[in-house]
């Protein structure tokens, strides 16, 4: 069984900063790509940015309303994911969740899992 844990939601002012965290955990042979999506009310979930390993070094992805904004980052010795937000703006309130693609132990395939989210609301 992976699990996924967020943390790290709350309120915070306009222009703030505000840090997510998302542990994965289980039998865990490989994560290929973690990810943060986010809800708000009434709209359907949408990807913020995602980090995929690589040989090389993970690479990145972010959707445009948050480039220069967010950082994703992870630590891959503790399958851990990061999410850095800065210079927050109100329309950035949604609950985010964190997404895994994880291979598990003794498994050849890749299966995504999800965390319980975690609500960010920015004050005007």
């Known amino acids: 069984q992976v699990q996924l844990v967020a943390s790290g939601g709350g309120l915070v002012r306009a222009g703030g900063p505000l840090r997510l965290s998302c542990a994965t955990s289980g039998r865990i042979s490989r994560i290929k790509r973690m990810a943060w999506y986010r809800q708000a009310p009434g709209k359907q979930r949408e990807l913020v940015a995602d980090?995929?390993?690589?040989?090389?070094?993970?690479?990145?992805n972010y959707a445009d309303y948050v480039k220069g904004r967010f950082t994703i980052s992870s630590d891959n010795a503790k399958n851990t994911v990061y999410l850095q937000m800065n210079s927050l703006k109100p329309e950035d309130t949604a609950v985010y969740y964190c997404?895994?693609?994880?291979?598990?132990?003794?498994?050849?395939?890749?299966?995504?899992?999800w965390g319980q989210g975690t609500q960010v609301t920015v004050s005007s």
């Open positions: 997404y895994a693609n994880v291979r598990a132990l003794f498994s050849s395939s890749y299966y995504g899992y």
């Open positions: 980090i995929s390993s690589g040989t090389s070094g993970g690479s990145t």
